[in-house]
């Protein structure tokens, strides 16, 4: 089973900051990473697929970077909509996995 | 528009069982991977299981092969999961989801509770 791991588990930031979310393969999943916003009692929202391709209507402060093993969300300038928690998921690979998460506050 | 809404979660004692349903609309249901994805109180997200366009190929995460059964109905752009055996850590929001080849999870439902509490 490929393991996600994300870093920080929570991020403090203020509006207008720069948020930089880390997520880490235990093995190479190419670019088969997708990242999720989720906020409170609301499902997940697909932000990027293929590590660094954007949804269409989402916001171009959303950025994904990264392959291999390492990736990397930015979020250039934080608005109070984007006050959430973030997943990444590898789909290389069966079983799906997700990272823990992380939580980006105010 | 895509619509996802579960259905036939609530309350069920250890041991028992329970079947989820998930009426899909607004877009071709047969052309598209399912998948259930669950959420525990306060916890993260969690894959459960996954099933190809004509059921032919099925996945299921480690901690509910044997005990739960993904299936859909194509004719009726429904999706299931019938689940037996219930413990205490399958309480969660179940999340029925479509997958898009290359490019995860593209449209989530909202949720169903399954709670297993005696």
């Known amino acids: 089973e490929i393991v996600m791991t994300q870093s920080p588990a929570t991020l403090s930031v203020s509006p207008g900051e720069r948020a930089t979310l880390s997520c880490r393969a235990s093995?190479?999943?190419?670019?088969?990473l997708a990242w999720y916003q989720q906020k409170p009692g609301q499902a997940p929202r697909l932000l990027i697929y293929?590590?660094?391709t954007r949804v269409t209507g989402i916001p171009a402060r959303f950025s994904g970077s990264g392959s291999g093993t390492d990736f990397t969300l930015t979020i250039s300038s934080l608005q109070s909509e984007d006050f959430a928690v973030y997943y990444c998921q590898q789909y290389k690979d069966w079983p799906l996995t997700f990272g823990g998460g992380t939580k980006v506050e105010i | 528009e895509v619509q996802l809404v579960e259905s036939g979660g609530g309350l069920v004692k250890p041991g028992g069982s329970l079947r989820l349903s998930c009426a899909a609309s607004?877009?071709?249901?047969?052309?598209?991977?399912m998948n259930w994805v669950r959420q525990a109180p306060g916890k993260g997200l969690e894959w459960v299981s996954s099933?190809?366009?004509?059921?032919?190929?099925?996945y299921y995460a480690d901690s509910v092969k044997g005990r739960f059964t993904i299936s859909r109905d194509n004719a009726k752009n429904s999706l299931f999961l019938q689940m037996t055996g219930l413990r205490a850590e399958d309480t969660a929001v179940y999340y029925c989801a479509r997958a898009v080849p290359a490019a995860g999870i593209d449209y989530w439902g909202q949720g169903t509770l399954v709670t297993v509490s005696s």
């Open positions: 607004g877009f071709t249901f047969s052309d598209y991977s």
């Open positions: 293929g590590a660094s």
């Open positions: 093995q190479s999943v190419s670019s088969n």
């Open positions: 099933i190809s366009t004509r059921s032919s190929y099925i």
